[in-house]
């Protein structure tokens, strides 16, 4: 069984940064994409930020150029830095991990940001 937990959130005012870390553990034989998403109170779950086991990432519309996504494979570990922060973007993250045979969530962490 594969656990997937997120740490990092928190409230933060406009404009500023935060780090957000999800870290994969227990049965993992092998991890290709890592991801982000989101989900604000009464909205869809939308795609942050994806990256490849090979490194490319992908990002949602709404986060290019202030958002940057890595991975540290050694740790099984995925990264959201992310910059010049708006109240737009408060919304509960969600990291996932994808093994060859399914995609696993995290429980997730809050994100707000004040204006």
């Known amino acids: 069984q594969v656990q997937v937990v997120e740490s990092g959130g928190g409230l933060v005012q406009a404009g500023r940064s935060l780090r957000l870390s999800c870290a994969a553990s227990?049965?993992?034989?092998?991890?290709?994409?890592m991801g982000w998403s989101r989900q604000a109170p009464g909205k869809q779950r939308e795609l942050v930020a994806a990256i490849g086991s090979g490194g490319t990432a992908n990002y949602g519309d709404s986060v290019k150029g202030r958002f940057t996504i890595s991975r540290d494979n050694a740790n099984n570990t995925v990264y959201l830095q992310m910059n010049s922060l708006k109240p737009e973007d408060t919304a509960v993250y969600y990291c996932?991990?994808?093994?060859?045979?399914?995609?696993?969530w995290g429980q997730g962490t809050q994100v707000t940001v004040s204006s």
């Open positions: 227990g049965s993992i034989f092998s991890i290709n994409a």
């Open positions: 996932y991990i994808d093994s060859p045979m399914m995609r696993t």
